[in-house]
């Protein structure tokens, strides 16, 4: 499944956004993503992890619960340390299927490390259910511990519900766009015959 854009710069940047905020999790949960997905997509999340950090870092050090380890930004610091090994990893294999020749849409966000091969058809099911129901399960009990890395897991489970909605709604206008150019030019073709016949 590719990830595409609605039409218009506020669709598209919604797609971008969505995207950026679930690639720290979807990092970690897929295979195979494309080259898109781990290049500008990669900076932005990387750039929105940074300011992140700075807001809980500053909310730790002069908020009213100045010190306290529920605020500690420290673990969200470590899970973007991590993010960004697994991205380099990511690329890396990347490159490789690059090299063996395999082709992959620029915008695929990956397939799911805990859907097996044979039921690929629920791929988008799984994206839109079962992965951010898992992450945001996990985001909430983090909460408990630390509200920094709680709120974050939990902001990337929206993300990617949102953004698979989105992709989904997106292929479906594109399936319509050209299922309509088909017909279009069959109309055209059929057209273009009867002036032949008359001549």
């Given at each position: 499944?590719?990830?595409?854009?609605?039409?218009?710069?506020?669709?598209?940047?919604?797609?971008?956004?969505?995207?950026?905020?679930?690639?720290?999790?979807e990092i970690f949960l897929h295979k195979g993503m494309?080259?898109?997905?781990?290049?500008?997509?990669?900076?932005?999340?990387?750039?929105?992890?940074?300011?992140?950090?700075?807001?809980?870092?500053?909310?730790?050090?002069?908020?009213?619960?100045?010190?306290?380890?529920?605020?500690?930004?420290?673990?969200?610091?470590?899970?973007?340390?991590?993010?960004?090994?697994?991205?380099?990893?990511?690329?890396?294999?990347?490159?490789?299927?690059?090299?063996?020749?395999?082709?992959?849409?620029?915008?695929?966000?990956?397939?799911?490390?805990?859907?097996?091969?044979?039921?690929?058809?629920?791929?988008?099911?799984?994206?839109?259910?079962?992965?951010?129901?898992?992450?945001?399960?996990?985001?909430?009990?983090?909460?408990?511990?630390?509200?920094?890395?709680?709120?974050?897991?939990?902001?990337?489970?929206?993300?990617?519900?949102?953004?698979?909605?989105?992709?989904?709604?997106?292929?479906?206008?594109?399936?319509?766009?050209?299922?309509?150019?088909?017909?279009?030019q069959r109309m055209h073709a059929q057209s273009l015959?009867?002036?032949?016949?008359?001549?």
């Amino acid at each position: 499944m590719s990830n595409g854009s609605p039409g218009g710069a506020a669709g598209r940047t919604l797609v971008l956004w969505s995207c950026v905020g679930s690639l720290p999790a979807e990092i970690f949960l897929h295979k195979g993503m494309g080259r898109r997905t781990l290049g500008v997509n990669a900076v932005f999340a990387l750039v929105q992890m940074i300011a992140f950090l700075f807001l809980f870092g500053y909310y730790f050090t002069t908020g009213p619960h100045q010190g306290h380890p529920y605020y500690d930004p420290t673990p969200l610091g470590l899970y973007f340390v991590l993010f960004l090994f697994w991205l380099v990893l990511a690329r890396l294999g990347l490159w490789w299927r690059e090299r063996q020749g395999e082709i992959e849409h620029s915008r695929y966000n990956g397939f799911p490390h805990l859907l097996p091969p044979r039921l690929a058809r629920f791929e988008r099911s799984f994206k839109l259910i079962v992965e951010p129901a898992l992450v945001l399960i996990l985001g909430l009990k983090v909460w408990d511990w630390n509200m920094p890395l709680g709120f974050y897991l939990c902001f990337n489970a929206f993300c990617m519900c949102w953004g698979t909605l989105v992709n989904w709604r997106c292929e479906g206008r594109r399936s319509l766009d050209m299922r309509d150019a088909m017909i279009e030019q069959r109309m055209h073709a059929q057209s273009l015959r009867r002036l032949t016949h008359r001549f």
